[in-house]
């Protein structure tokens, strides 16, 4: 089973602030996810990315920016944070046709 | 476009019981997986079953098992003999053929008590 971490755990940041969240995977998945999970609206897709140098746009892109450095690293950036980007976000790895394996979860606030 | 619907808020059962959750799904692909997740109260969300589309038996998993039926576009998850550690929220999910994104049902809490 996929080894997916994350961190921070916890994060709170104000508006206009600066935020990276990373996500490693250690089991050589090609495929890796950014999800945001909010009341409501069960897990929304941010981005994704099937290789290092590669992005691909998810579903709820607006306002983040995500970059792949290895196979193994993801990062999901917030560059301006607003309070609409509080929520709890979790990154996942999965292999070609298969189900995908979720981190723990990255809660972030923003005042 | 893909659309996955839990219209179950939530349910309660008694241990050792069978416990069964719906959702329900739109898609044009003529071909797609589909997918059970469990979260727990700690936050930590788990993979438990799958189904696609082309393959007609039913998967089980342990406890669970599914009831898929493709021409009303549905994929039940059956729990038998519930356990106290069963209580979480279950998601159903979708991914067509050529996509790679998980499309997420809005889950359903599921409370078992002694």
């Known amino acids: 089973e996929a080894a997916v971490t994350q961190s921070p755990r916890n994060k709170v940041t104000v508006t206009g602030g600066n935020v990276t969240l990373s996500c490693r995977q250690t089991?050589?998945?090609?495929?890796m996810y950014w999800y945001r999970q909010d009341t409501g609206h069960g897990l929304r897709l941010i981005h994704y990315?099937?290789?290092?140098?590669?992005?691909q746009i998810g579903d709820v892109p607006d306002g983040y920016k995500a970059t792949r450095t290895t196979q193994e690293d993801f990062f999901l950036l917030l560059e301006l944070a607003s309070p609409s980007q509080t929520s709890l976000y979790f990154c996942?790895?999965?292999?070609?046709?298969?189900?995908?394996?979720f981190g723990p979860g990255t809660r972030l606030t923003v005042l | 476009a893909q659309k996955v619907t839990q219209t179950q808020t939530s349910i309660s059962v008694v241990e050792k019981t069978t416990v069964t959750m719906d959702c329900v799904y739109e898609?044009?692909?003529?071909?797609?997986?589909l997918f059970w997740y469990k979260q727990t109260a700690s936050g930590e969300i788990v993979f438990l079953i799958r189904?696609?589309?082309?393959?007609?038996e039913n998967a089980t998993v342990g406890h669970y098992s599914l009831n898929f039926q493709k021409p009303k576009s549905s994929i039940g998850l059956i729990i038998t003999a519930t356990q106290i550690e069963d209580s979480a929220v279950y998601f159903c999910?979708?991914?067509?053929?050529?996509?790679?994104?998980?499309?997420f049902g809005t889950g359903t809490t599921v409370s078992v008590s002694p």
């Open positions: 999910a979708m991914r067509g053929w050529g996509g790679r994104a998980l499309i």
């Open positions: 898609t044009r692909d003529s071909s797609y997986f």
């Open positions: 990315s099937y290789g290092a140098g590669n992005l």
């Open positions: 089991n050589s998945h090609n495929y």
């Open positions: 189904q696609d589309s082309y393959k007609k």
């Open positions: 996942a790895s999965s292999g070609e046709d298969a189900e995908q394996f």
